[in-house]
């Protein structure tokens, strides 16, 4: 199975400062059909997950553009340009490139 | 819009076996995948398997032996059943919408909370 590793495990920023998250795929996440499916998803304190970007870097109808996602192969990064109070939750990245279908461990968002 | 809503005993006793529906609305499960993902407290998320919207399946290998998903397209449901349950099992189950022309998940039900206990 696909292991993406995720990090930092926990985040600690200010309101208005921007921030990264990567994630390390195992293996190259770039498919035959020459797209590469990583996604990234933010889960609210006691909600759902919700979808943030698809395909690296699409940016999912309605979220806000200071989310943004770059990276090819196996190094992929989540950047919040100017978080804010509603940031705050788990970040997880996904592959469905590959079966089954993984997620990274999470990084926790903390607004100081 | 389109809404899914995972139902199921909130409770189930090891070596039972559990059974979750997830009722979605406006889309059609003959046009779209649903996922199952599971949640323990406090821990990341799993895929379990899925529903693809020609009526086939796949499963996690981990769970593969234990695991079984169907679907009634008239009733726009997909069921969840998995047998042999242990506290392990203990978990947020959730359903979700695959995109299908990129496979992610766009609409996740609210998810609910199953206790593995005697």
């Known amino acids: 199975d696909v292991v993406l590793t995720q990090t930092p495990p926990t985040l600690s920023a200010t309101i208005g400062q921007s921030v990264s998250i990567s994630c390390r795929s195992s293996q190259s996440l770039l498919d035959s059909d020459g797209d590469t499916y990583l996604n990234w998803l933010l889960q609210r304190p006691g909600q759902s997950p919700q979808l943030l970007i698809y395909s690296v870097s699409n940016l999912e109808s309605g979220v806000p553009n200071r989310f943004s996602g770059s990276g090819s192969e196996t190094d992929f990064t989540l950047k919040i340009s100017g978080v804010e109070a509603e940031d705050l939750g788990v970040y997880y990245c996904?592959?469905?490139?590959?079966?089954?279908?993984?997620f990274g461990s999470g990084t926790k968002l903390e607004i100081k | 819009q389109v809404q899914l809503k995972e139902s199921g005993p909130g409770l189930v006793q090891p070596s039972q076996t559990l059974s979750l529906t997830c009722t979605v609305s406006?889309?059609?499960?003959?046009?779209?995948?649903v996922h199952w993902v599971r949640q323990p407290p406090g821990k990341g998320l799993e895929w379990m398997g899925v529903?693809?919207?020609?009526?086939?399946?796949s499963y996690n290998s981990a769970l593969k032996s234990r695991l079984s998903i169907s679907r009634d397209t008239s009733k726009s449901q997909v069921f969840l059943k998995m047998s042999s349950l242990q506290t392990e099992d203990t978990a947020t189950y959730y359903c979700a919408r695959d995109r299908a022309e990129i496979p992610t998940f766009d609409y996740w039900g609210q998810g609910v909370m199953v206790t593995v206990s005697s």
């Open positions: 996904m592959q469905a490139t590959h079966a089954p279908l993984t």
């Open positions: 406006g889309f059609s499960l003959t046009s779209y995948h």
């Open positions: 529903m693809w919207s020609d009526g086939d399946t």
